[in-house]
């Protein structure tokens, strides 16, 4: 397994967001976690990356346990963490938030075939790269956030919520780069979305979480059949969308 989690509690304060997840993602496969506002998703991704430290459980990277490590040395390690909402350096140019991935690299022949390649990737960034950040859309800062973790070299890539706000022709944009670079870069991903339906189309494997609980998991292309997966995160059915009102209504009942 390139990552396993082992019963991982973590906490805001006294509040206990993760409540004993167990997770793997095997060598080259696109692994999704699903969930509902609040669910526990991105603390997942932030213990994984050293973000946030757990009370208890492991984690472990290609062999080695990284729990608690810093973020810093995690990332040496090759795991990159494209964080929720982007948090691209908007004073900085494109091409300079593109080489601040590549801060701990010391091989400048290597960085610039890299950057050659994420332009290969996101023509976009490519026409923009003297740009300040700050004036991209909000796909574009997208494509810049996962460039960047790119530009590590990455053998595992944590993508919080990458669809967030974008168009749904920029959606499944998105959704073939990742497909693309789980393919042709060899890049293990871990996909944690809101848009189940993208989600689901490309990921191997998938885990659904419920206030800080996994609480399904299954291949792909067995949770799309779940009857629970179609009703509250598909929309389909007639009974989808009372579906999806009786479960926001009971996240507010706990
Ligand atoms: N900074 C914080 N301080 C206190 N509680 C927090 C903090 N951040 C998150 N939480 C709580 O931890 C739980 C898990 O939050 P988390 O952000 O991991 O969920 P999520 O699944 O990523 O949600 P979303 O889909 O909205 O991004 C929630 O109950 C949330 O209210
Ligand atoms: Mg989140």
Not at 7 to 21: C, F, S
Not at 110 to 118: F, N, T
Request: charge should be neutral.
């Amino acid at each position: 397994m390139m990552l396993t989690l082992r019963n991982i509690e973590t906490y805001y304060g006294p509040i206990m967001a993760i409540r004993g997840v167990s997770l793997e993602v095997a060598e080259e496969s696109i692994v999704t976690i699903l969930g509902a506002n609040g669910a526990g998703k991105t603390t997942v991704l932030k213990t994984i990356s050293g973000a946030m430290d757990p009370q208890k459980g492991s984690v472990t990277f290609q062999g080695e346990e990284i729990t608690g490590r810093d973020p810093d040395r995690v990332a040496r390690l090759g795991l990159a963490h494209v964080p929720e909402g982007r948090e691209v350096f908007p004073f900085l140019s494109v091409e300079e938030n593109l080489r601040m991935g590549a801060y701990s690299r010391r091989d400048g022949d290597g960085i610039k075939s890299d950057l050659e390649l994420v332009y290969g990737y996101f023509p976009a960034l490519a026409e923009r790269r003297k740009l300040e950040a700050g004036f991209l859309s909000g796909g574009q800062q997208q494509m810049l956030a996962i460039g960047r973790a790119l530009m590590l070299r990455p053998t595992l890539m944590l993508l919080d919520e990458p669809s967030l706000g974008l168009s749904p022709r920029l959606v499944a944009e998105i959704a073939e780069i990742i497909k693309r670079l789980n393919e042709e870069q060899k890049v293990t991903i871990l996909l944690v979305e809101q848009n189940a339906k993208m989600a689901l189309e490309i990921a191997d494997f998938g885990y659904v979480m419920e206030l800080g609980r996994i609480v399904m998991e299954d291949p792909c292309e067995r949770l799309m059949q779940a009857t629970d997966i179609q009703e509250f995160y598909l929309g389909m059915k007639d009974q989808g969308v009372r579906g999806r009102r009786r479960w926001k209504q009971r996240k507010t009942w706990r």
